[in-house]
């Protein structure tokens, strides 16, 4: 069992930044990769960006990189995703993912949270 909670969303100013945190509780943090999706009103679920067990690994989705940074800090049993420049079509709501069954790109997580919504205005 895993506990899965993301906080941070908020309204921002296109051009802004914001910063999104998830903490996973429950299990062995450190012992899980984790990922970043998102969602806009009427689409599907869309990757962002991921991080192995350790940090030593990322990956995100190719027309976010530069601008989203994934982190973590496993003493803290806590995930990270910094946003800059931030656009209008990164509005949505924001989901932390723990422990992908297939690959980290896949909604085939075994944990989510609830979800932080972001919402971008010009």
């Known amino acids: 069992q895993v506990q899965v909670v993301e906080s941070g969303g908020g309204l921002v100013q296109a051009g802004g930044s914001l910063n999104l945190s998830c903490v996973a509780s429950?299990?062995?943090?450190?012992?899980?990769?984790l990922g970043w999706f998102r969602q806009a009103p009427g689409k599907e679920l869309e990757f962002v960006a991921a991080?192995?067990?350790?940090?030593?690994?990322?990956w995100y989705e190719d027309s976010l990189k530069g601008r989203f940074t994934i982190s973590r800090d496993n003493a803290r049993n806590t995930a990270y995703l910094r946003m800059k420049s931030l656009e209008y079509g990164d509005t949505g709501t924001y989901f932390c993912?723990?422990?992908?069954?297939?690959?980290?790109?896949?909604?085939?997580?075994?944990?989510w949270g609830r979800g932080t919504r972001v919402t971008v205005s010009s």
């Open positions: 991080i192995s067990r350790t940090g030593g690994s990322t």
């Open positions: 993912a723990v422990e992908p069954t297939v690959s980290v790109f896949q909604t085939s997580y075994n944990y």
């Open positions: 429950g299990r062995s943090f450190s012992s899980l990769d």
